[in-house]
């Protein structure tokens, strides 16, 4: 998994532990589909995220996740965002 062009994050456990302490900042989060495209084993995900941190502050931002699979498992999955746009 990689975030725009941070280092990829490789490996179940540490995939886990990032979305764990990611969520553990936050009182809720919510997410919608906007839009997806499959072709072959690549589908492009655009989501609208809602996060709320404990704090009460809000952040809104949209995403495109790229996803590339195998078998029935994601094999590869790069996060596209602008992180300026995500607002309070």
Known sequence: MQENAAPPRIG???L???E???LARM???TSK????VVEGDRVAIH???ELTEKSGLVRRFDEIAWQEWRG???SRERFFYDPTKIVG
């Open 27 to 29: 009182s809720r989060v």
């Open 33 to 36: 589909c906007v839009s997806s």
């Open 16 to 18: 886990v532990a990032h």
């Open 20 to 22: 764990r302490a990611a």
């Open 72 to 74: 029935d498992r994601i």
């Open 47 to 49: 989501w609208n995220f």
């Open 12 to 14: 179940r456990d540490v």
